[in-house]
């Protein structure tokens, strides 16, 4: 395909080519260059190269815009951190997802640190010296393949299984799928035709027990799926418009961390590198040190990961409160944690909850989805807290803005730390302890 062709045919509005250099990272997983001026934030290049991209916009519409966006297409001279790419189907006019494959490891870390102090600076954070912060590795990640144990496929008219290209509706083969756990690409779902109906289609590749595959879709008929041979002993359920029906299996996955095993909805939350939920609990156990026979919350708590760890801590003659908006997930981490009974679930809107409560708590777990925490929130907890807070994040700029707002209400940060749990795409997840500034 020519460069034309590719201007001609590709998501972009305006599709006019120019010759950029890209500069430093930029959100989102871009890069900054100029143009007669103008910032332009190009995707699918690194830093220090030269490529031909293509504009998406209309640089007639967008005359006036303070930046305007592209896409590499051709790179005219590659930069030192430039690679094959890991992911053959991702990348310009291939499936999104994976923004950083053609990028190699240890120059993603460095950029993602790069990415993640100035998102820190820029929101005014001053307890902690943020030049210090770096993206570490999840252990034992040399090559940062086969990391996802969660994938939501997309499934187009003709029921084909893939995944949409970035900015396009348009499903595309995810060929090797080398981001995805083993158990996941041995599902072969790219291979298989998915009955009229299906939307998408969850695979999970669980770390005890067998893997799971949810077909989504409205009006899906479930008595209309076939289950392949290639999904082997995989737990099958089809999600319609009234719910879960399972059709092999309970509708649920195992996970073990430690010697505790959790059970979550088969479409469920739980952190999706393999590691992750491992290395989290650590790393929230040794910040958070919640007294013992005191008390906790665990907010955005899920099925319970976090709350184990702090009704370890706080023993049984404590108290754990775990918090969470969704239903079922909060009945599977009452069901998780039955034996303790320091703990208890509250199924409730995180904020309303904290605002509702009479009396302090000597220490916080939170782990909010992207839109992080929010100031009003972060406002309670520098009240309502006693002693520590541990804040896991999975959003940089949203993070970095709740910590410059607690900091303002008399907190300090004693330690962050940031973690590349995500290789191979610009996410970064993290980790920050907080305590009163005047302790
Ligand atoms: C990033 S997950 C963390 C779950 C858990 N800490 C874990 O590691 O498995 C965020 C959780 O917050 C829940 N959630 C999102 N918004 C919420 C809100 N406003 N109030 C309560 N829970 C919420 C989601 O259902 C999800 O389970």
């Known amino acids: ?32 260059a100029r143009h007669e001026g103008r910032v332009v934030f190009v995707r699918g290049t690194a830093p220090g190269e030269t490529v031909t991209a293509r504009l998406l916009e209309d640089p007639e519409e967008k005359a006036d815009a303070r930046f305007w966006r592209a896409e590499a297409l051709d790179v005219l001279e590659a930069g030192v951190d430039r690679v094959p790419s890991v992911w053959e189907e991702a990348g310009v006019d291939g499936v999104g997802g994976a923004e950083w ?15 993640m102090q100035e998102l820190l600076r820029r929101a005014g954070v001053s307890s902690y010296p943020v030049d210090e912060v ?17 994938v939501r496929y997309a499934v187009d008219a003709d029921g084909k299984v893939g995944m949409r290209g970035w900015r396009s509706h348009e499903v595309r083969s995810v060929g090797a799928d080398p981001l995805s756990a083993r158990a996941v690409r041995e599902l072969r779902l790219g291979e298989w035709t998915a009955p009229e109906g299906t939307e998408a289609v969850d695979a999970v590749a669980p770390s005890a027990g067998p893997a799971s595959v949810v077909l989504i879709g409205r009006d ?12 082997g002993d995989a737990d099958v359920a089809v999600r319609t418009a009234k719910g879960l029906v399972p059709l092999r299996g309970d509708g649920t996955v195992h996970e073990r961390v ?36 005191g008390s906790a919350w665990d907010l955005y708590g899920g099925v319970g990961l976090f709350t184990a760890v702090a009704a370890e801590q706080v023993g049984r003659d404590g108290s754990v409160v775990s918090v969470e908006g969704n239903r079922r997930a909060s009945q599977l981490a009452a069901q998780n944690l039955e034996d303790l009974p320091q703990v208890s679930t509250a199924t409730a809107d995180v904020t309303d909850w904290v605002r509702a409560r009479r009396g302090g708590v000597d220490a916080v777990v939170l782990d909010p989805p992207r839109a992080g925490a929010g100031v009003e929130l972060m406002g309670l907890l520098a009240t309502a807290v006693r002693q520590r807070i541990v804040y896991v994040s999975c959003e940089p700029a949203t993070l970095a803005r709740d910590l410059a707002a607690i900091e303002k209400k008399g907190w300090k940060i004693v330690d962050l730390r940031a973690f590349d749990l995500f290789p191979h795409t610009h996410h970064i997840e993290s980790v920050v302890v907080l305590e009163r500034a005047s302790s």
């Open 1 to 32: 395909m020519t460069d034309a062709d590719r201007a001609a045919s590709g998501p972009a509005l305006g599709g006019r080519l120019l010759t950029l250099t890209a500069g430093g990272p930029a959100a989102g997983g871009t890069f900054v």
């Open 101 to 115: 494959a053609h990028i190699a490891l240890p120059a993603q870390r460095r950029i993602a640190t790069e990415v």
């Open 134 to 150: 770096q993206v570490e590795p999840a252990p034992h990640d040399a090559d940062g393949l086969g990391w996802r144990t969660r």
């Open 220 to 231: 899906l008929d479930p008595d209309a799926v076939e289950i392949p041979e290639s999904w």
């Open 258 to 293: 430690g010697e505790r095993l959790f059970a979550v909805s088969a479409t469920g939350f739980w952190q999706s590198h393999r590691r992750a939920a491992e290395l989290l609990s650590e790393v929230v156990a040794s910040g958070l040190r919640a007294p013992r026979g």
